[in-house]
Every structure is written in C-alpha cells, then in structure tokens.
C-alpha cells in the first residue's frame, strides 16, 4: 500500500491566506507511515501539534491533503525491517497528492453548522468558537482547487468513498462501519416445510435413499466422497455399508454424486438415523482427510416434525421423506450417549456454508399393494414405477434448508465463496493423478476409490478448519482468551493481547498509539484463582494486514492487593520499581507482579489459523529483539529456537487456553474432559467432554502431562474485599496496567 502523510493547512477563506500563529503559519506535517497495520488503513498514532495565539474567525477553515507514495528504502517505524526515522519527500510538490479534505474551523454559538463561504441565515452571527470534537470528513480527488472556491466542494468527484477522522487538534484512525451481509440468492435457498408428514410407516414398509450431492464445500477439498450408515440410538447398524462414486463433471466445490440405494429392512427403529461422513484428499498434503459429518432422523411422529422418542412405545411415526439440505459438522457424535441428530449437533461445531443434499422416498407399491425393487422389473421401468427419480436442480428450492440456515458470518463466506474459480473433479484427478497418465473414466473412478478408501489400520486426519476459505483483510480476526492455566502467582491476572507485527506496545509510549493492545476484562470471578477464566469471548480485530508471519502476542499479569508495607523495595529490580503503579480506592493498594507471555501465529499459507490451543507460558515479557524475530519466521519454529538458546523461559506447568478464527466466524466453542469450566456467555457454550478440540501441538512434547491438572485453590471471589463489586475490582486492577 505505500507510505503516506497528511499536510494540514488552516486557511482564511474569504483571502485564501494561511493563518498566522505565534511562531509562523497554521501548517503542520504528519509523519509517514506505512500501511502494514490494518489493510487500506494509514494510522497516524495520533501525532499532534499545538498553535499558540490564534483567535477564531468565522471564515477559518482547515484543508488536509493526503500524500501517498511508494515505500522507500527507509521504513518510518520501528517494528519494520530497516527502520531509520525519516521526514516527508516532496511535500511542497503536488507530485505525491493523492486526496485532500476539508473542514470550518469555527462555528456560531447561535447555530452549530460548520460554516463553509456564504452568509449566515439563522439569526444573527455572534463571536465564532473553535469548532472542537472529532470530526469525519469525506475525501477527494485532487488537485485542490482555490480556498475561495471550496463552497462548491459537494460538486466534486469523491475519492472512492474513502474519509479521514479529524479532532480539531488530534489526528487518529477510526473504525469502518461493517458491511452488509449479501450473497447471490441461488448460493442459498431458504425451504422450509410446512406440512409435516401423516403417512403412517409400517413394519415391512421400505423407503428410497438419494444422496445427490454437496455444497460449498472448504476451499481444501479435492475429490470428495460420502459415505453412510443407518444406526439405531445405540449405533446398532440397519441395512448395508454405503458409499458413493462421484460425477467426473461436476465441480469440485459443489460435487454431484448421483448415488441412491433401496433400504427394504424388515423392521426398522422409529429412532434410526442415517449418518454420513464426507471424505476427500487435502489439497495441501495430498492426504485422505475426514471433512466432516451430517446427520438427518429418518422418521418423525406423524403429523408433526417431532424427532420420536427414544423408547417410546405405541407412537405412530411417518417416514421423514422429501429432499433435505444438512449441514455437516465437524465433530463426530458422541459415543457415550444415544445416538442421534441432536446427539451429532449439540456442540454447534458445524462446517460454515457446507451441506449435503439426500432425498428419503418411500418404496413404491404395485397394484397388491407389495413392496416394489428395482431387481424385479427393467430398469426402463423404474422411473415410471417410481423405483427412480432424477435429481432436482438446487435451483429449483426443494430442498428443505431451514437446518442449515446461514449466520450472519456464514453470508460473508457464501459472498466469496460463490466467487471461486471452478474446477472439475476431473481436473482436479489430473493435477493429482498426473496428467495423461488416466484416459478412461473407468480409470479416473478406480483412481478415485483407491484414494479415498481407508487403509486397514489408519485413520483418515481431521479436516482443519483454518482452510474454509481465504483471509479477507475486510473481515480480519478474531481472537478470544479464555482461561489461563496454574499460574504460579497469588494475585489477581490482568491479561492482554496485540498484533505482530506491529507489537506497538512493547515499543515504548511514543509508539503506543499507532496500534493499541485489547484489554480482556470479564474476569469471572467464580473460576479459580490460579485458573482464572474471562468471558469477554471473541474480540474483533478487522483490517489486519496480512503478514505471512504475523502472531498475536498474549500478556499476563499478577495484580497484588494490600502488599506487605515491609517488602516494597525488597528484592526488586529497577524495572520493577520504575513500573510500580499503586493507586487507592477504598483503602486498596495495588501493585504489578509477576509477568507472563505467550504466542500464537495468526495466518497459514493465505488463511486465518482458525483453531483452538493450549499454549505454555513464558516467564517475562517478549523483548523488542524477541518480536522481531517472530516476525521473520514461524511461531513455533521460533519459540522453540529462542528456548533451546536459552532466550525464554518457561513459567514451569502454566498455559492459556486461546480460540482464533476468521472474521466471518460466527462461533467457535470446545469442549473438555474437565468439569464445567463456567465459559458460558455470548459466542461460546463450552459443556466440556473431551480435549480432541484443543490443539496441544505448542506444548513441550516432555512436558505435556504436567499441563493437564485439575484447576484448585480458591476462588477469585473468595478472594476478593468484603464490600468491593465484581466490577470495582476490575477497574482497580485494570487501572495499573
């Protein structure tokens, strides 16, 4: 994006001259910056500049011109490669001009419309005031014309619908407002059905499974296929093992499987559920991984679209028959639990945008009233016997897709998922097969089911939910921190996160301002001392530039209430003693203690590392050294080089538990074998059972048991001042920070 500035001039507009001050004219330079920070963002970090002796007039106002250029040799801060502080090239020359704003400088007290030329008609002026506060002011394409001409600027072509904030003496970023959810109507069919099925379903009645096809599938897959079972709520199977081929036409994203197959059991549960699991080779490892799995209850109590109950008995059911649209999750059903869709959907983990299409018709009878199979007439008669029916188009909305319904972040991922680049499976085959080496579609479909078989003894990898679909700066990411994990300290744990690159805040006050950390603030003051959980959940972080190395640095630290009046000073170190913050309320006395640190990457290979981890805890705070090489390399390269130098130290057994993800992310929960952790607000419902969702892979592999304890000790709010408000005390310990 280059390096840009902003020259602000203050103007009287009825002489075009500059206003004079004190020392010389109104007339300040920004610094440069890059714009490496938020993507189309150029952050000033609130540089500001003071005129002395200037009386506001009514004809005042400020023009600011917006200078951009290609990046130098010289980065302008301290977190780029190659930093050397430098001033603005060329500013007297229009050469650099890429658009410019206006704003009055005074208004009336009789009237608050900022005055540009022209007489004022709402009573009589009075003496004009500084027109104070924070202002948005809209761009526009240069040049400049004459100050004079400035009260036809509504004429002019605007630059891109862009605009800058402005405070009358303070200049600093400001956040765009958020898009609205849209995406082409046909990449979504809303279908909900309204009359609920009546037929009776008898014992010896059978029925027609389709399964027809995906979609929106990840950006990852290659060729995919599916796979099902029918189970009972006890995972006892009804019927055959059923896997699908796939159409060599159809795209990738969106397959076609076209399969189908006669269910003729003799009894089946009115609690069966048929379970599909959708496999395909990784793009990137070439390996066979498990997308995910969809779910749908074959039978509902008739006249409603009430799932049966299990062991209910003497209850009519009807076959839930028609097409159905099903999302597929990411997690597998519980195996201690009975078997059913909501068994499949209870942790909320779903594939965003994802589906399958399956279609359940009942078998057809003859004039007997028998059931009919496709094995006892020609197959030129099962369409007119109703044995077969072809595949609707998704256009025509048969579907029924009220279960699948997208979020709000979900249309954001349909919006530029529906602009892939298409691909068929047989050209995907070709790229992996090797070109020319299959000629046939015997071949390409032998090739296909040879792949994506399952080798005695192996199990496919999980699908990894960083690659739905590519980062888009506009949406950014999200981070939450959830919980901390046996801290050695005995105080209260302020927690906060940034970006790096920049890392702004470890870079001293005067950088502070272009990038500012996020405070965590709900403390829950009912998780444990040592184990202290926030339920703050997601924090949006939108525009962040993309930087192939890009981590977010994670700080802790220990708030120590009322400390011994005899130990300030004993053992501390200058930095200690230089950073010691002790305000009183209430008679409390609250210092710094012990710090702890932590990182995690943010992006892989074009994606948002949506996930959830367990990282250890390192001793400190990250030197200005440590963020830089971070940010030339991978974050668990790195960490783990600068540990075996002896760069970092571990805090031995303490970690964070941390959830980072896509912008367009709606939710993200996990689930844990240890009990009820209290994470229970907003985005995440965490009714833990088993750590398969948090990705451990930062821990010290030699270490790993020693990061699995049970949370003990006290509580935070046993801990806490009689008298003092769960909010009162988050405020003081925030206060120091």
Known sequence: MGDGAIRLTGYHQKTGQVIGTRDSGLNYCTDSVRSNIKHGYFVFGEQEVTFWDVVPQQDMILVARFYHWPSGMAAPAPWDKGFKPQHLPLLRSEEWLAAWAVLSLTKLPTSHQVMLAGPVKKGEPGMPTWNTGTHTVTLYHGPVPSVAALSAVKCLLMFSFCSIPINTWLMHPSAIGSKTPGFQEEAFIHHVRKTPSREPFSAGDGFDLYIDGGRFLPDNVTVTRVTARIFTSDFSQIGPDISTGIDLNSSIFDPLYNYSIEIREPVISPCATLLLKVYSIDRLSSRLILIGWASLNLFVESGTHTTPELGAKGTQVSLNDGAHQLRIFHNSPCPDQPFSTHNLTLTGRYIPCATLLVRICKAPVNSSQQILQRNMVPQKKWAKLGLFQLRPDYSDGVYYSDSAKPTAGESYFYEAMANRAAVSVREMVQQLAGYNSLITNEEFSAWIHQKLSRVPGSSPQPFKLTYISSYITAYGVKFALDRAMDLPWSGLTIAHFCFNPPGAFYFGSQWLKYDYPIFVEELDINSYQQWPAWLDGFKSCPHRVYHEYSTVIIQLYESVVNPARDTVGQNEDVRTAQRRVMPKRNQLLYTV?????????????????????????????????????????????????????????????????????????????????????????????????????????????????????????????????????????????????
């Open 593 to 737: 203690g012990s710090e702890a640190w932590t990182a995690l990457h943010v992006f892989s290979r074009g994606y948002c590392n949506t996930g959830i981890y367990q990282l250890p805890l390192y001793q400190g705070s990250p030197s200005q050294i440590i963020l830089h090489s971070l940010a030339q390399g991978k974050c668990r390269t790195i960490m783990n080089s600068l540990l075996h130098k002896k760069m970092i130290q571990l805090v031995p057994s303490a970690s964070v538990i941390v959830r980072i993800a896509d912008g367009r992310w709606d939710q993200l929960s996990y689930t844990t074998e240890a009990s009820d952790l209290g994470i229970i607000k907003g985005d995440i419902i965490a009714l833990f059972r088993s750590t398969v969702d948090i990705d451990e892979s930062y821990l010290p592999k030699a270490a790993q048991g020693l990061y699995s304890k049970e949370p003990s000790g006290s509580k935070i709010a046993e801990l806490m001042p009689q008298k003092t408000s769960e909010k009162q005390t988050r405020l003081l310990a925030l206060e120091q920070i």
